[in-house]
Each structure stands twice: as structure tokens, then as C-alpha cells.
């Protein structure tokens, strides 16, 4: 398997822009978590799916993030509009309920985005 | 979640063992420690996890206190490119009512040439 796989890998885009990352998880896992790392507040969580349902979202920053997982193998983090202070590394991974109840998480190599 | 508690960061001679502790005296009996690490540019990579036994992959060593209230993760030979941040996350094992995996600020190791 080619891992979780995250595109673009780099992103610079103006205020004001809308932003779309995308993410492919492992095939056959059942969970898939969207973090945010920044200096500031080092890693958080905005969200998770469980079978392409969101289950958590109580980590997004407010209504200019949303995020979508049309199918097992495919989802969308977009921030509309964006602004500077969305700037930072954003990470998908994905995780299976049989590997320690999805605590046991494959990361992607992030999408770095940066607001000018 | 019972909350950890991990040295801000640590210094390790190349070739030698880091040991890097982790307090978590809040820890309840179904809960697990986790570790991972996070090199420099990466995404967090899954080291390894226990209950109460000692566990052993082909990364790592995990020593868990026979109270539980602290566990060691040990590296048995490090090398320059186990210069990470490693964070000790404990958890209910099977999710529980959510699976929300929490990040600290976890521990710097610096592996020393």
C-alpha cells in the first residue's frame, strides 16, 4: 500500500481564496482523522469519519472549514475563505477499529498551506 | 483521557539507548499508552502501544510501571535520524465513546553525533 496519500503537498494562496486539500487513506480502513499542526498549538484535531461518516467535529475552527468524505476512499478538507491565520501543516490519517480501535493511525506527509 | 506528562526535551549519544519516561498517574485500568514520534517535515508515525505488559517491536521497547502510572519508551541503539519529537498518548484501548487521539507537546530527542 502506498500509505495515506495527501495532495497538494504545498499550497500558497491569498486571503481570501478558497482551499481544497484532498486525502486518500489506506484501503480497508474505516477511520480518517483530519489534524492541523501550527508552531502555536502543535497538533489538533478538527475532525474525524468513522465508514464516511462524520462522527467529530468539534475541532473545526469555525463555518469557513468544512470537510467531506464522499466515499471510502477519498476526502476533502476546504476552508472558504481563508485567511492568514489558517496558515499551517494539515495532516490526514486514516486508522482501522481492528488495529487497537483505530489508535493506531497511518499519517500522510501533510499539506502545507500558507495564507498570504 | 488520563493526561501524560513528558520532559520538554532530551539529549542522546549516537549508538546508545534513549530512554524517554512518560508520567501518567491518572491512568485508569482500560486504558492504553501510546507512543509516537514526529521527525522534522513528517507526519506522526505509530511506535508502538501497551496495557501493562512490556512490549517489544522492531522500533522500540515499552516498559510500563506495574502501577502504570509511568511507562519508558527505549530505543535501543539511536541513530541520528531518531532525532524526533515523541509523544506519549494514553487512551482507551478500543476508542470507547469517541476516537479521538490526542496530541501533547511530547519530548524532543536530540541524537548526538
Known amino acids: 500500500d502506498a500509505g495515506v496519500i495527501q495532495s497538494p503537498r504545498h499550497e500558497v494562496t491569498e486571503m481570501g481564496q478558497e482551499v481544497t486539500l484532498r486525502c486518500k487513506p489506506i484501503?480497508?480502513?474505516?477511520?480518517l482523522f483530519w489534524y492541523r499542526q501550527t508552531m502555536m498549538r502543535g497538533l489538533e484535531l478538527l475532525i474525524y469519519?468513522?465508514?464516511?461518516?462524520?462522527?467529530?467535529d468539534s475541532g473545526m475552527p469555525e463555518d469557513r472549514f468544512s470537510a467531506k468524505m464522499p466515499n471510502a476512499s477519498f476526502s476533502t478538507l476546504k476552508i472558504q475563505p481563508s485567511e492568514p491565520r489558517d496558515s499551517a501543516v494539515y495532516f490526514c490519517?486514516?486508522?482501522?477499529?481492528?488495529?487497537?480501535?483505530?489508535?493506531?493511525?497511518?499519517f500522510g506527509a501533510g499539506s502545507r498551506l500558507t495564507v498570504l | 483521557d488520563a493526561k501524560t506528562t513528558q520532559p520538554t526535551s532530551m539529549d542522546c549519544a549516537e549508538g546508545r539507548a534513549a530512554n524517554l519516561p512518560c508520567n501518567h498517574s491518572?491512568?485508569?485500568?482500560?486504558?492504553?499508552v501510546y507512543w509516537y514520534r514526529q521527525i522534522h517535515s513528517q507526519g506522526p508515525q505509530y511506535i508502538i502501544h501497551?496495557?501493562?505488559n512490556n512490549e517489544t517491536n522492531e522500533m522500540a521497547s515499552l516498559i510500563i510501571t506495574e502501577d502504570r502510572k509511568s511507562s519508558t519508551l527505549i530505543l535501543p541503539h539511536a541513530t541520528l535520524r531518531d532525532t524526533a519529537v515523541y509523544y506519549c498518548?494514553?487512551?482507551?484501548?478500543?476508542?470507547?465513546?469517541?476516537?479521538?487521539?490526542?496530541f501533547g507537546t511530547g519530548t524532543l530527542l536530540a541524537v548526538q553525533p
Open positions: 484501503s480497508g480502513h474505516d477511520y
Open positions: 469519519f468513522n465508514n464516511n461518516v462524520p462522527i467529530d
Open positions: 501497551g496495557l501493562k
Open positions: 498518548i494514553v487512551r482507551v484501548g478500543y476508542g470507547g465513546a469517541t476516537n479521538k487521539l490526542i
Open positions: 491518572t491512568i485508569s485500568g482500560n486504558e492504553y
Open positions: 490519517a486514516s486508522g482501522d477499529r481492528r488495529l487497537a480501535g483505530a489508535n493506531v493511525l497511518t
